[in-house]
Every structure is written in structure tokens, then in C-alpha cells.
């Protein structure tokens, strides 16, 4: 197998064997590709959003839909610019934030799910490969569950 390196240079961009990484160009709602994390929660509740989520993506037309299992190999998709957009909740702040650092660096975009700043401890992330594609996962997907995914949820 190959050997790959990544560096991340704090505001000079991410670096993977030599050779400059960064998000796709892409800002077209329907030709992205979008990946989902399913968290542990298996309450009824959460499968029915997860599964409601599922098809709002396919119904707004997206290019496809992708379950990888893993937030940071996901995040790096959107890093290296081969998915436009990632969305996890029920996720833990060492999940996501090596991964927040590494698409920011690429040029992404990282936020909550109700479309405020990253906060580490949230329990939910957007990560999109620009403004555009974030803004269209809110307006069209991300606000109707909002305060189920936005850390409101009631703890057990």
C-alpha cells in the first residue's frame, strides 16, 4: 500500500505528500456529494430523523448519498475534495476535531447545524466545502429537526 502524509500549515492550507489539497468548486446543491454519520442512538426518535434526513437528501436530488462510518475519514472526503458536504450529530468533540482543523485548512466550511460557529462540544456538525452548499443544506434539509440535531435533545 502507498504511504500518504497530510500536513495541515495553520492558515497556509493542507499539504498531502507534496501536493496542496483542497475542497471542490462545486456550489450546485443537486450535483453534491453528500455523507452522513449515524451516531449510537438507536431510539426510535432518532432512527425516524435519521431515516426522514435520508430522504429529504434523495428528494432535493442530491448526486448521491454516502455512509463511510467514520467522521474523520468523512471530513477528509470533503478536505481532499472528493464529497461536497458531511453531517453527523450525536458525534463527540474527538471525532470531529482534528477533521474541523483539516477542512478549514482546505478552504471548507465547518459549522453547527443550525448554521452558527463550530462549537467542538455540540454534538452535531456541517462540514461543507463552501458557503453555498452549506446554506443549501440548511434552507433545504437541516432546520425542520433543528432542535432534535442542535444539542436540545434530552439527555437520558
Known sequence: ??????TP????GLYRNGQKIQVSDTTDFKKA???MGFSYDRSDEFVDLSLARVRSLLKAM?????????AALDMCQVACGRSECYVEQGIHAWDVCAGAIIVAEAGGVVLNQDGKPFDLMAENVLVANNSAIAEAWLFRIGT?????WCGNKKKK
Open 144 to 148: 425542520s429537526d433543528c432542535l432534535f
Open 62 to 70: 442530491v448526486h448521491s448519498v454516502r455512509v463511510d462510518g467514520s
Open 9 to 12: 500549515l495553520k492558515a497556509k
Open 1 to 6: 500500500s502507498a504511504r500518504v502524509s497530510g
Open 33 to 35: 456529494m453528500v455523507n
